[in-house]
């Protein structure tokens, strides 16, 4: 694909920003390939984002970000430009349940996602074979009562190590610690395996089949310090009727999960989201 340079920006909403921000790019005969806008009445508040061919701009991200800046200051913008040719690097946490990791996987080798997956972090061995046959790092750290503490200063220390832009949790059977959920704030992405805000917590698939529900869903959000509650990516539901096992539902959801799962993750990676308070703004 070609190179592009994505401006992503949110600021209060007044007259002008549009304006503002399409004269600069052709100012500098900059070619926008893709452009989302989105106002927010109730919150007051501007969402934007541009997708600018690189090769069109006179200059690279460091001096593009000093040529903005003073627009960015008059607009009180929150704002970042990133470059489609540097992929973010992503860890993967999971458990024992594979769909969501498997799919994950395949999609990475099919190039599908734009990013460079540097490891595999688990507390059980049960997928190492699936993660060393993608030639990928695969770190077993076991989690018990007992060492919690040491372990997820391990894991912290493999964010670290590995230098990761972007954390997904898929289907990761542990509650990351505060201080790691605040650390990597907007960086931590989550599968749920219901629709969010119903069923948090945990097996939502046995509390959905007691209140005999005809939809059940997934939820992909980043994940914050509060259990299933932080902004939510991307959601998804699939039909079940009375008919349906607790098994059944399991079975049925799992597509629903990856899916979900890799949809929120190419939003993200393709800096389509916008967090606002608890809520995001997604330019899917």
């Not at 220390?157 to 610690?177: C, K, N, S, W």
Request: some cysteine.
């Amino acid at each position: 694909m070609e190179r592009t340079f994505r401006l992503v920006v949110s600021c209060p909403d007044r007259v002008g920003i549009v304006a503002k921000v399409s004269n600069f790019l052709a100012t500098y005969n900059g070619w926008i390939t893709e452009a989302s806008h989105h106002a927010d009445p109730q919150a007051g508040w501007f969402f934007m984002r541009n997708e600018i061919k690189a090769s069109s701009m006179p200059f690279e991200l460091d001096n593009f970000r000093i040529a903005f800046e003073p627009i960015a200051n008059e607009f009180g913008m929150k704002w970042h430009v990133e470059d489609s040719n540097k992929p973010k690097k992503v860890i993967l946490l999971a458990s024992k349940e594979s769909h969501c990791l498997a799919d994950l996987l395949h999609r990475y080798t099919d190039k599908e996602l734009n990013a460079e997956i540097v490891a595999v972090v688990s507390n059980h061995t049960d997928l190492k074979r699936m993660v060393d046959w993608h030639n990928i790092p695969f770190h077993h750290v076991p989690v018990n009562k007992e060492n919690k503490a040491e372990a997820f200063a391990e894991i912290g220390r493999l964010f670290g190590q590995y230098e990761v832009d972007v954390i997904v949790l898929a289907r990761y059977m542990q509650i990351l610690p505060a201080d790691l959920c605040e650390q990597y704030s907007g960086q931590i992405l989550n599968i749920h395996h219901s629709f969010l805000p119903s069923f948090a917590g945990a097996r939502p698939y046995h509390q959905a089949y007691n209140r005999g529900v005809k939809l059940i869903g997934a939820t992909c959000h980043y994940v914050t310090q509060d259990l299933d509650e932080g902004p939510i990516i991307d959601q998804d539901v699939i039909r079940v009727g009375h008919n349906h096992t607790i098994e059944d539902m399991v079975r049925l959801g799992r597509d629903v999960e990856k899916n979900v799962l890799a949809r929120g993750l190419r939003y993200h990676l393709e800096d389509r989201v916008i967090v606002c308070e608890n809520k995001t703004v997604v330019f899917s």
